[in-house]
Nanobody, 126 residues
Framework: QVQLVESGGGSVQAGDSLRLTCAAS????????MGWFRRAPGKEREFVAG???????????YYVDSVKGRFTISRDDAKNTGYLQMNSLKPSDTAVYYC????????????????WGQGTQVTVSS
């Protein structure tokens, strides 16, 4: 059973940066694809970014339009850790951020993912 633990959230000002970390244990991280989701107050959880399994040419990545150019998803299989670098944060990025892992390819819908973390709060003030 894979366990995921997020960290790195906090309260920042608009324009600041944060790096979220997703530490995995209990499984072979390199065999999993990863995704980051978020749930803003009063809204449903939404997909933010996904990263595939590491391969010869590097893992593929995918972003929702609202974070393209600002967020970067990455992974370090040697450390069993995934990351979400968030730059130029906006108040609209305020949400609880969740990492998720899938035994299959990443996707932009929750049902694809087999494992979930508990979430970390990100608050961006103007």
């Amino acid at each position: 059973q894979v366990q995921l633990v997020e960290s790195g959230g906090g309260s920042v000002q608009a324009g600041d940066s944060l790096r979220l970390t997703c530490a995995a244990s209990g499984g072979t991280f390199s065999t999993l694809s990863m995704g980051w989701f978020r749930r803003a107050p009063g809204k449903e959880r939404e997909f933010v970014a996904g990263i595939g399994k590491s391969g010869r040419s590097g893992p593929s990545t995918y972003y929702v339009d609202s974070v393209k150019g600002r967020f970067t998803i990455s992974r370090d299989d040697a450390k069993n850790t995934g990351y979400l670098q968030m730059n130029s944060l906006k108040p609209s990025d305020t949400a609880v951020y969740y990492c998720a892992a899938a035994t299959g390819p990443y996707a932009d819908y929750e049902a694809q993912y087999d494992y979930w973390g508990q979430g970390t709060q990100v608050t961006v003030s103007s």
